[in-house]
């Protein structure tokens, strides 16, 4: 991968990227496929797949308004640090927080972070829902951000806990969108959220069906949520 190919990728799909952003992001996925050859960070794909499912898709919020005003978010289970560090790059002016349970990802996370000189970034160690029960993070966030994590339901009790009244959680999402969207706006009602209409995020040359759906926090969470660990997704909200 070279910095030159990443430009014209984010380019084509109309987000905006100079040589500074090129060139974080290309020691990013330098650094990503030579953690992934012995961690499993993210699944085996052609460098060019790689770039546009995790980079690209992460980044094509920009091209949307949803951040806009956003001057703190947390990435809740981050993993390989999609969408959070790869936005905490674009967006230096934001702080960012990436939150996991899993300490290796966070080494790989703080490598990425010295080697690109991320200072905007945090990193917590926690489950989601322990870490929304500490005063220092519950509803203190202008946007929760979660992709390929759980489905809907499930994702409004990991999100909606930190998210400020006023502010909104952000789910990246496939097309399995429509199925979670009934249970979803129940939970997101439970939890203080009212779901919106998700934005179509197209990825030029690519087929997939990629959506943002924004969850507006409306009000204070209940202090029953999150329940405790494991419990939103043995026992999801909304379902009958």
């Not at 990802?105 to 990193?123: D, Q, S």
């Not at 926090?217 to 997704?233: D, F, I, N, S, V």
Request: some cysteine.
């Amino acid at each position: 991968m070279t910095e030159e190919i990443i430009q014209e990728r984010l380019r084509a799909n109309g987000i905006p990227c100079g040589p500074e952003l090129s060139g974080k992001l290309n020691i990013y996925f330098g650094l990503l496929t030579e953690w992934n050859a012995r961690m499993d960070l993210v699944a085996d794909a052609e460098e060019d797949e790689l770039l546009d499912r995790h980079m690209t898709d992460s980044l094509s919020v920009l091209k949307t308004e949803l951040l806009t005003g956003v001057r703190t978010l947390i990435d809740v289970g981050t993993g390989a640090g999609f969408p959070g560090m790869a936005l905490a790059l674009a967006m230096p002016q934001i702080q960012v927080t990436l939150l996991d349970s899993q300490q290796k990802r966070l080494r790989f996370l703080e490598e990425v972070r010295k080697a690109t000189g991320a200072e905007n970034v945090r990193l917590v160690h926690a489950r989601a829902e322990d870490g929304a029960r500490k005063a220092e993070m519950r509803e203190q966030f202008d946007c929760a951000a979660a992709r390929a994590v759980a489905p809907l339901n499930v994702l409004c009790e990991y999100l909606l806990p930190y998210v400020r009244v006023g502010g909104r959680m952000l789910c990246w999402k496939g097309p399995a969108l429509a199925e979670e969207m009934e249970a979803g706006r129940k939970a997101a009602f439970l939890l203080g959220g009212k779901a919106g209409t998700p934005v179509k995020t197209e990825i030029a040359g690519r087929d997939w069906n990629h959506l943002i759906l924004p969850v507006e926090k409306t009000g204070k969470t209940p202090k029953l949520y999150p329940r405790r660990a494991g419990t939103p997704k043995t026992n999801p909200l909304g379902e009958a």
